[in-house]
């Protein structure tokens, strides 16, 4: 946990979890990932996958956190109501910090208030990112840094559950089709815009992508094509289920990246998929999480 934290310090995290206290005191919403990204000194491309992978959640969870925890500092002050801290710490009322204490904590800020055992115990959890120990430790990552031979493909943004994502690829498959270019298939990738693990599945945001051994044709939205491949790449070959993939990108930035002296391209890590789901059982899917390097 101390290599974490200073992983944290070093990568910017811990001045982005400041800022965040601070639009909490200011009461601000949750600032972009541009935004955060600046503040980190950390390219958007990796900024988001970056700041999970030290600490076990989204900016956005972060922020969550950070206001519960500010209430519960409200309420060890003797002459505070549950409305009065639910108001410091930026809800719209006791009934929403009520809310947020059954689901997160399993109590209420009543009771919360009148135990200081309980209190100071959901402080200390709340005060520290949660982040996966055991991932944060497990065996080291096999890692090949090998340059890649830049290929073009065909992009469609997805949205839904992570598990849904075949009916998008199967409508890529489908134009592919329509336009001759089904036999010439050579690559099929993800990126993730957001995390499945953070995300409601009606807010996950994915791109297909579909590269061909034919030039493409002119496209129309909500296509559009993007150079994947280009300089050389850390790549992690995975066997398993494809929902692990997030994981293994998590573990190549966190435990690989920062002492490998490498560093990152301007361009999005990316998933090179292997295998069909629909045809090869989930535990013998092939992929390769592909990480873009700089030089």
Known sequence: MKRLAGLRRAQGIERVIDHLQDCLREQQALPDVTSLATVAHQSPYHFQRLY???TGESPGQTLDRLRLLNALQALQQPDASVTDAALAAGYESAQALARRCRQRLDTTPRALRADATLRQQWQQVLAQPPVDVDAATAAPLKVEVRA???FEVVLLRAQGAFGDLDA???????WAQAQGLADDLLH???IAIDDHRDVPAQAHRFDC???FATALPQLSSPLRRQALGIGPHAVVHHVGPYEQLQAVGDALLRDWWPD???ALAEAPL???????PEQVPALQ???DVCLPLAG
């Open 52 to 54: 999970r992978a030290l």
């Open 209 to 211: 992508g579909m590269g």
């Open 188 to 190: 099929l990738v993800g």
């Open 285 to 287: 899917l092939r992929a």
């Open 260 to 262: 490998s002296g490498h």
């Open 270 to 276: 990316y998933f090179h998929f292997l295998d069909d």
């Open 148 to 150: 890649l031979q830049p």
């Open 168 to 174: 998008s690829f199967g409508r890529l498959y489908e």
